[in-house]
């Protein structure tokens, strides 16, 4: 079964800037996650979905941020316009059940903004 | 307020000693605990889980976690560490939405350090 699968691996950019996130979940799971993990803490949860629909969004920062997922499958996780304090690794994750359960990550993306 | 703490930021273990990784938690209701693991530049991986049963729960890679309702704790265990098992390790604990929805809320992590 293939994993959690997220591109680009790493980016950088300057402040200001846009970058956009790629994730495709494990096949036929209903529910993907978009974490924040800052250097040093755990990962916070940013938004939620469950096929297409929002779960919950109430972390994330609607001014920059904004996420989708069409058709219930892949997703995208969008920052515009990026701040240094954007600067984190970006984990997509998904599991079968609603939520709080296994949930599988993927690799992540590394987000440097300068 | 729901949540998980870890309080120790970094374990430090000689090889084939065994290890413990601790986890409290705050939340209403029955708890639904769990423990992944992240190593340099990858995803995290799930470990473990408690939901109900037994206290002691066997996970991958020889873990276990022994959970304690009146302590609220639940810690991460192996009998004899190796230095393979050198990564972080992130205690979680389910919080309901409301309906058939919750999430999960990670602690800060806990480095394991195994020394040859």
């Known amino acids: 079964e293939a994993g959690v699968a997220q591109s680009p691996r790493y980016k950088i950019i300057e402040k200001r800037q846009s970058v956009a996130f790629w994730c495709n979940p494990i096949?036929?799971?209903?529910?993907l996650y978009w974490y924040q993990q800052i250097l040093g803490q755990g990962p916070k949860l940013l938004i939620q979905?469950?096929?297409?629909?929002?779960?919950?969004d109430s972390q994330l920062p609607k001014d920059r941020f904004s996420a989708e997922r069409l058709k219930g499958v892949d997703s995208t996780l969008k920052i515009q316009p990026a701040k240094l304090e954007d600067s984190a690794v970006y984990l997509c994750?998904?599991?079968?059940?609603?939520?709080?359960?296994?949930?599988?990550f993927g690799p992540g993306t590394r987000l440097t903004v300068t | 307020a729901q949540s998980v703490a870890q309080p120790e930021d970094q374990v430090n273990v000689a090889e084939g000693n065994p290890l413990t990784v601790k986890c409290t938690y705050s939340v209403s209701g029955n708890p639904y605990l769990f423990w992944y693991v992240q190593y340099p530049n990858r995803g995290l991986q799930f470990l473990l889980k408690y939901i109900t049963g037994d206290n002691l729960v066997k996970g991958s890679y020889g873990f276990e976690a022994e959970f304690n309702k009146s302590q609220t704790s639940f810690h991460l265990k192996k009998p004899s560490a190796l230095v393979s098992d050198s990564a972080l390790y992130f205690c979680?604990?389910?919080?309901?939405?409301?309906?058939?929805?919750?999430?999960?809320?990670f602690g800060t992590g806990t480095l394991l350090a195994v020394q040859p």
């Open positions: 096949s036929g799971h209903a529910t």
């Open positions: 979905f469950q096929n297409n629909g929002v779960v919950d």
């Open positions: 994750a998904s599991s079968s059940g609603t939520g709080g359960y296994e949930q599988y």
């Open positions: 979680a604990v389910r919080v309901p939405y409301g309906g058939a929805t919750n999430k999960l809320i």
